[in-house]
């Protein structure tokens, strides 16, 4: 017999020292320890993980379950079917709707997950919710991945509970919000990708969502990518994490600003301030990366005799040094920790989703017109003249140039995908020239805070010029983008 459900579930990352102090913060109830086997079957062509869906079975105190999972965020689609004898059952729901019987056939083991689990059911707040602490291993391909999590799952009552006591828990220990299973922890570890960086996936708006869902679906989506790249930077210096995290949070906070007349509520301003302060820590780690990837290293590979180029490059290293090490403390602080918890809760349980206006419920392929138009029009105005503006003002143009790529790429699939593409292609034709703008800008502020030494002073001054040289190019190419974009048809207008 197979029983859906709806898992409500919020998972951390946790140091294993501290897994005793949750524990002993949490309040008392019934206590139960087990050592559970799962072992996660996909496709050869990983059909499954296309699909956002994964299937496990699971060994553990004399039973075996399979369950089906898909969905994303902290609400999930579980379909579990306990299992008489060997192998699967592929024939049960949803995997008949997900899989042809081809595919079905081909499943096959793809990984293993080994965990000790303790677990604890415990009310709180009026709500029933089982607390599980694992510590374990997944394997595949002759590889491992070490895990330690703290999950609280809801078992009834209402989803509040579950953040307000997530809340007290981290006040006993450092516990960072995660929202990568362990199916997707173990289809990382086959592609040899626990710690690369996360990019945003911005293929899962419904085109019948309503506006309230489609903000919850791009807020779900920027967390996990806030989240993702800053438990990479806890432990390695990764520029593309650096450059994903930035961008999650800008994507969101433009959210934010796109959405105010449906989210707007007494947590608004306090969260778009803290998601500022993400993006600004990044800001720095970010700047040295682009001119030492894009400006220095080329430099250097065409002249390495170059006057002064190597005290430069040893300046340029230690000044990123010392800004990826300002980032990781920064994504390993209690504020971090606090700002995506917080923000995930407001996602969810906020008081805008309790307003009793409709504009929440109104079919999302409405707003998004209004608000592309909206966004294309202001665009275009504040970009007139774009060869005579400064580089202020230019760098005003490329953040309202982002913003419009951010909403098109979150609203696309809510309309015509080839329509969409040939309206994005300008307007990322624009973006990157506006880019290389900024970065050249931006690369005479940065050498001018440095402390140089006079050769050092001098290769970068000389760096800073030929980069310079480049901007009449780049404003005639960002010109022409703008007028491909003016003159092409809004995808969402048909």
């Known amino acids: 017999m197979t029983v859906a459900a709806h898992e409500i579930e919020l998972k951390f990352l946790c140091d294993p020292a501290d897994l005793d102090r949750v524990l002993a913060a949490a309040p008392a109830g019934e206590d139960e320890v087990k050592d559970l086997t799962s072992t996660y079957f996909d496709t050869p062509d990983r059909d499954l993980r296309k699909a956002g869906a994964s299937l496990r079975v699971r060994e553990g105190g004399g039973k075996r379950v399979q369950t089906v999972k898909r969905g994303e965020g902290m609400t999930r689609e579980e379909h579990e079917t306990t299992l008489n004898g060997e192998g699967l059952d592929a024939s049960t729901p949803p995997l008949d709707q997900i899989l042809s019987r081809a595919e079905r056939h081909a499943l096959r083991p793809a990984f293993e997950v080994k965990v000790h689990r303790r677990q604890r059911l415990i009310r709180h707040h009026g709500a029933q919710i089982e607390i599980a602490v694992d510590q374990g291993e997944i394997r ?53 990708a626990t710690l690369a960086a996360r990019r945003g996936d911005k293929g899962k708006m419904k085109p019948t969502a309503t506006t309230g869902q489609a903000f919850q679906t791009i807020a779900r ?59 600004d820590s990044a800001g720095e780690a970010r700047d040295l990366d682009v ?15 170059r006057r002064g180029l190597a005290a430069l490059g040893e300046t340029l290293e230690q000044a990123r040094s010392g800004a990826h090490a300002r980032i990781a403390a920064a994504v390993a602080s209690a504020r971090f920790r606090e700002l995506v918890l917080e923000a995930a809760a407001w996602a969810e349980t906020g008081a805008w989703l309790t307003r009793t206006d409709t504009a929440r419920e109104r079919p999302a392929r409405a707003f998004a017109a209004q608000a592309l138009t909206r966004r294309r029009r202001k665009l275009l105005k504040r970009s007139r003249d774009l060869a005579a503006l400064d580089d202020a003002a230019r760098h005003k143009v490329r953040i309202e140039a982002k913003k ?29 020239d506006l880019g290389q703008l900024n970065d050249a800008a931006t690369a005479e502020r940065l050498v001018g805070r440095l402390a140089l030494d006079a050769p050092a002073a001098f290769a970068a001054g000389r760096l800073a010029g030929e980069r310079a040289a480049r901007k009449p190019a780049l404003v005639r190419a960002a010109a022409k983008a703008l007028r491909q974009l003016e003159d092409a048809d809004g995808f969402w207008s048909r």
């Open 140 to 192: 595949g391909q002759d590889r491992t991945h070490a895990i330690t999590e703290v999950e609280l799952e809801l078992k009834s009552g209402g989803a509040e509970a579950l953040f307000d006591l997530a809340r007290a828990l981290g006040r006993s220990a450092p516990l960072y919000l995660s929202f990568e299973g362990k199916a997707s922890q173990g289809e990382a570890l086959l592609d040899g």
């Open 221 to 279: 989506n920027t967390l996990v990518q806030i989240a993702a790249n800053a438990q990479v930077l806890r432990q390695v210096r990764r520029p593309e994490a650096v450059h994903q995290l930035r961008v999650a949070a800008r994507r969101l906070r433009s959210a934010l600003a796109t959405f105010r007349a449906v989210v707007e509520d007494d947590r608004f301003e306090g969260l778009k301030a803290e998601l500022k302060w993400l993006a």
């Open 291 to 305: 001119f030492l990837a894009e400006t220095f290293a080329p430099a250097l590979a065409a002249d390495p005799a």
């Open 404 to 432: 419009l790529r951010y909403a098109a790429d979150a609203f696309a699939p809510l309309f015509d995908a080839k329509a969409a593409d040939r309206f994005l292609k300008p307007l990322k034709a624009l973006q990157d």
